[in-house]
């Protein structure tokens, strides 16, 4: 689906003067001029076919309008944001996610991670606790990762609770519980056989 968007720099203008409720303000932040900012919402204004401003003597007030506006505007640009940031972030440091079943995360792993990213703190760590990584007991032949993509690209890491047979994964065991019948083993995503 296409949309039809106005200006992104429009929108960043509008959020900034909305927030400060002053194109003077708003000015200073986006180091432009308050001409500037005053074109472009009324530029935007003209857009949508609606004011987004009650401009009073010395002050600015959102019509309602505008007040609905804000918050999705808002919410649109964070997301710009963290999207940039978080492409910048992977690319120049790594990231990693690890998919493992609740009870060893709660148990184990969470204990050993601040260990680890103050060792490596060039790695975003994400972390994803799923009891699909936990093999059935009568499952008779273990043949995949059953709910869980391994070729996706954004899981590097599993920690599986089951047998260790698993297509497709190189696996590790860590250990072996003294009081069940599996393992725990770790697979990595893109990993050989």
Request: glycine share 6%; with cysteine; aromatic share 8%.
């Amino acid at each position: 689906m296409t949309y039809r968007l106005p200006p992104l720099n429009s929108l960043r203008a509008f959020e900034v003067a909305a927030r400060h409720l002053s194109f003077k303000d708003a000015s200073e932040e986006l180091a432009v001029t308050p001409t500037a900012i005053s074109h472009q919402i009324r530029g935007l204004e003209e857009y949508l076919g609606f004011p987004l401003f009650h401009r009073l003597t010395r002050a600015l007030e959102l019509t309602r309008q505008g007040r609905a506006m804000l918050p999705k505007v808002r919410e649109g640009l964070e997301c710009f944001a963290a999207a940039i940031e978080s492409t910048r972030f992977h690319e120049a440091a790594g990231r990693l996610l690890i998919t493992t079943p609740p009870a060893f995360a709660s148990r184990w792993l969470i204990r050993h991670l601040p260990a680890f990213t103050a060792e490596h703190p060039e790695i975003q760590l994400h972390m994803a606790a799923s009891v699909d990584t936990i093999d059935a007991h009568d499952a008779s032949g273990i043949s995949g990762l059953e709910g869980i993509d391994v070729r996706d690209d954004e899981t590097e890491l599993f920690i599986r609770f089951g047998r260790g047979q698993y297509d497709g994964c190189r696996v590790d065991r860590l250990f072996v519980p003294a009081y069940a019948w599996c393992a725990v083993h770790v697979c990595c995503s893109g990993c050989g056989p």
